[in-house]
């Protein structure tokens, strides 16, 4: 379990917050790149780590984000018209750039350079691997943008989705390095469902053992499973800072299972404010380009029309299913996305975590909780927390495979480096 004092520590990430401080020396997600599909289209308002922003596509296609409030008195920069390089106020007409800049005050007179002293917060953008990125830290200690490989494929070889999810990230996280949960939460009941080759040691073996090493992008975890006599199946999994994960990789079951036809699949939760986060998933093949229907079943989730609200929701208990939970699945909820969401969200916006009993397959969550602690109190401290530096330290994927049990923990991960 966590103090309370450690528990707050990690779990507030709004503007001042130290885990607040230390997620905006990252490059993160802010969008996906469709969701402003050309040049001047509307804005849209996003808001990231307690932060209220505006998103604008300007003529040249260039990207901006800018604070959701005018610089001059206040007014939403979501009813701005979109155009001609740059995003003005409806109120008196000020326009600002990608940069923040006031690039026209047509309330002033003509002679007045008022303009050139009033600038607008805004935060750079990149686009990678179909999502806009974003770093909000001091701008000169911005990083290298990382080798995330679903980031580095061709158009086409990736797929990239958000929605928002009515939890703190902490308990998404969680979730996601979580490989314990799986055959229970995401469980099947049919016996002959679960003999399949991706399921059959995970109900073979309920306990797995869990093994953590520190990494310079994180740390990578790995559950061993009892599988046949002289074997273990093995889950090999990289946690990359600050809050993405990968499952293995899959072909269809009428395909070779080589890696060059593997489909993979991540999630990263982006504190939306302390009690909600946007829960953005990227699935990539780099031998071709995705089919209809690949990906993680978090792309398909419904939503209600015009918002990244799932219809499925703790008001309607997910659609949960009794019939279906007595009989077909072990929780009732059709969707794998929203199995995982219900149970996180069902823990309340934030969990008290003075309150819980952890066991032996929480190893990689007490990985987590220590790696963002330590990080946190460097902040405090007044230093820098340490991020990772070599060039290709995020090009690593997650690894299922079932391996002689001479084979070491530290020798089976070296299956997840691509470089």
């Known amino acids: ?31 996906t790149s469709h969701e402003l599909p050309q040049p001047d289209c509307a804005p849209l308002r996003v808001k990231l780590l307690g932060e209220a922003l505006v998103a604008f596509r300007t003529t040249s296609g260039l990207v901006g984000l800018i604070k959701e409030n005018c610089p001059h008195r206040g007014a939403s920069l979501f009813f701005g018209r979109n155009e001609d390089y740059g995003l003005r106020c409806v109120y008196h007409g000020w326009k600002f750039n990608t940069t923040g800049a006031c690039i026209d005050m047509p309330s002033e007179p003509t002679e007045s350079n008022f303009k050139t002293k009033v600038h607008a917060t805004t935060y750079p953008t990149l686009e990678r691997g179909g999502f806009v990125w974003t770093y909000m830290g001091p701008p000169e200690l911005t990083p290298e943008f990382p080798q995330y490989e679903w980031t580095l494929v061709p158009d086409g070889h990736v797929m990239a989705s958000r929605r928002i999810q009515h939890c703190n990230y902490l308990q998404a996280v969680e979730g996601g390095i979580d490989s314990a949960h799986v055959p229970f939460l995401h469980g099947v009941l049919d016996p002959q469902q679960r003999q399949a080759p991706s399921r059959k040691y995970l109900y ?216």
């Open 1 to 31: 379990m966590l103090t309370a004092r450690n528990n707050e520590l990690i779990t507030r990430t709004g503007p001042g917050t130290p885990m607040g401080d230390y997620l905006r020396r990252f490059w993160i997600p802010a969008l």
């Open 204 to 419: 073979g073996d309920l306990a797995p053992r869990l093994m953590v090493e520190p990494t310079d992008y994180g740390f990578a975890y790995g559950a061993q499973r009892d599988a046949e006599a002289d074997s273990y199946y093995w889950r090999f999994t990289p946690f990359m800072l600050p809050f993405f994960t990968v499952i293995p990789g899959f072909a269809p079951p009428d395909e070779p299972q080589e890696p060059e036809n593997l489909t993979y699949s991540g999630h990263g939760w982006v504190p939306l404010d302390d009690e909600s986060c946007w829960m953005f998933t990227y699935s990539w093949n780099t031998g071709r380009p995705l089919r209809e229907g690949e990906g993680h079943p978090a792309h398909y989730v419904d939503l209600l029309p015009g918002t990244l609200t799932p219809a499925a929701s703790a008001a309607n208990d997910y659609f949960l299913d009794r019939s279906v939970q007595r009989n077909a699945t072990y929780t009732g909820i059709e969707n794998g996305s929203l199995q995982d969401a219900a149970i996180q969200e069902s823990m309340g916006a934030v969990f008290d975590r003075t309150q819980e009993h952890l066991g032996t397959t929480d190893r990689a969550i007490i990985a987590l909780r220590n790696l963002y602690l330590e990080a946190v109190r460097e902040v405090m401290e007044g230093g820098e927390p340490a991020l990772p530096q070599r060039e290709g330290a995020f090009r690593v994927r997650s690894v299922s495979a079932v391996l002689n049990r001479s084979v070491s923990f530290e020798q089976g991960r070296e299956a997840m480096n691509l470089i």
